[in-house]
């Protein structure tokens, strides 16, 4: 049996990952490597828990020695790392806990996995999930491509770079087997409501103001998290070693559009007036080193390995918003206890 190594697995792409790989491949043993911070829940996968060919490791990615111990232990042929710390108005309070765990805790892994594989990478693959943000932001017009320069502008996206740039250190330096992404911003059920999205449905529904950072002019390109994990799979089975793939949704949304549509979509399903909960939008300071737009070209995606997203925005969204509605105790659950400190500490 196959072993793959998934870091970050109770996260939310992390999640929708484990959940494709478990069910279509019965042949692979799918490990799933998590510490299990804030972000990190065990109930996002309650559905595959029972699986035969899963299991779970709670382990922190930093702790070297513990990381080494997992390889020997479960051979791992192939990682899939997504772990780390993800929110960009966390990184800006807290910048040593991004570098500690995306930049350490991915060096860890990489020289895990080259004593590991070293001297046989036949058949070995470390892929490093990353995200458009390492490039920087773009005006009215263009897209990022895989050879656009990094120019990452917040702590979260200047880690992710550092983490990027020892990936391809250790496939130049040592030959590592390696291949990245870079994805655009994800959207979809079990995504912890810190992000624009899941955070906004919950206070739409609760009638809760809904801070829109500066003009709320800020774009972004949207992707529904199962067309990620999708990419990954094909990308993680069919890409050329040591090569990057772009992945986006040609998707892209002013965030103050954005969240007009959840408003119309969440007041439409919990049976208010349409556009009733126009009036908690409430325009706040902007977020520090605000980047103002991103768009990803993943032509390179569809011409190589024939990836393209399957849903429109509009049923993403209307399945997105259902689910957030639909799933009260899941929400209930993550907005407890230490989301309300969080919550107050970012918005007061
Ligand atoms: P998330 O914050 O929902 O999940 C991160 C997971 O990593 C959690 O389960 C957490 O417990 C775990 N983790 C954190 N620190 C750890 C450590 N030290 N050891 C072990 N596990 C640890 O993140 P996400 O949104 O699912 O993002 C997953 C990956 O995809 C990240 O690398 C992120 O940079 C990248 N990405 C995210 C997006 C997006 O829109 N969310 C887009 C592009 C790329
Ligand atoms: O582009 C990929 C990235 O997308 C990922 O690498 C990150 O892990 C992920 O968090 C996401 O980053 P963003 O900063 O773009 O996502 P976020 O949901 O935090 O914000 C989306 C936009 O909404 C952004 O322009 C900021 C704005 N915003 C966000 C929040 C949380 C608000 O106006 N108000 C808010 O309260």
């Not at 809904?210 to 990620?228: A, S, T």
């Not at 399945?319 to 969080?342: C, D, F, H, R």
């Amino acid at each position: 049996m196959k072993t793959l190594l998934i870091t970050g697995g109770a996260g939310f792409i992390g999640s929708h990952l484990v959940r494709l790989l478990v069910n279509k491949y019965p042949e692979y043993r799918i490990v799933n490597m998590d510490v299990l911070t804030y972000a990190g829940n065990l109930a996002n996968l309650k559905d595959i828990e029972d699986k035969e060919n899963y299991e779970f490791v709670k382990c922190n990615i930093c702790d070297y020695v513990a990381v080494q111990k997992v390889f020997t232990d479960y051979n791992v042929e192939g990682v899939i790392h997504l772990a780390a710390e993800s929110h960009v108005d966390r990184s800006i309070k807290d910048p040593f806990s991004f570098a500690q765990t995306n930049v350490m805790g991915t060096l860890s892994l990489l020289q895990s996995a080259k004593l590991a594989w070293e001297g046989n990478y036949e058949g070995k693959l470390f892929y490093h999930v990353s995200t458009d943000e390492v490039y920087g932001s773009l005006g009215e017009e263009g897209f990022f491509l895989e050879t656009t320069k990094y120019d990452p502008h917040s702590p979260y996206s200047a880690s992710k770079a550092s983490s990027d740039h020892f990936v391809r250190a250790f496939h130049d330096t040592y030959g590592l087997p390696v291949v990245i992404s870079n994805c655009s911003n994800n959207y979809g059920s079990y995504q912890f409501p810190e992000k624009l999205i899941p955070l906004f449905i919950n206070n739409i529904k609760h009638n809760k103001p809904l801070p829109v950072y500066g003009k709320g002019e800020n774009v972004r390109d949207w992707l529904f998290v199962n067309d990620h994990a999708r990419a990954i799979d094909l990308i993680f089975h069919k890409g050329k070693i040591g090569d990057t793939y772009n992945i986006g949704g040609f998707n892209e949304w002013k965030n103050i559009d954005l969240i007009k549509v959840m408003i119309k979509t969440v007041d439409r399903l919990l049976g208010r007036e349409e556009g009733a909960s126009e009036k908690l939008i409430t325009y706040v300071t902007d977020r520090a080193g605000h980047d103002l737009r991103y768009a990803i070209d993943s032509t390179k995606l569809k011409e190589e390995l024939g990836w393209e997203p399957s849903l429109q925005f509009e049923e993403g969204i209307e399945k997105t918003v259902n689910w957030y509605l639909e799933n009260e105790t899941w929400l209930e659950n993550v907005t407890s206890g230490a989301y309300q400190k969080y919550y107050e500490e970012m918005y007061s």
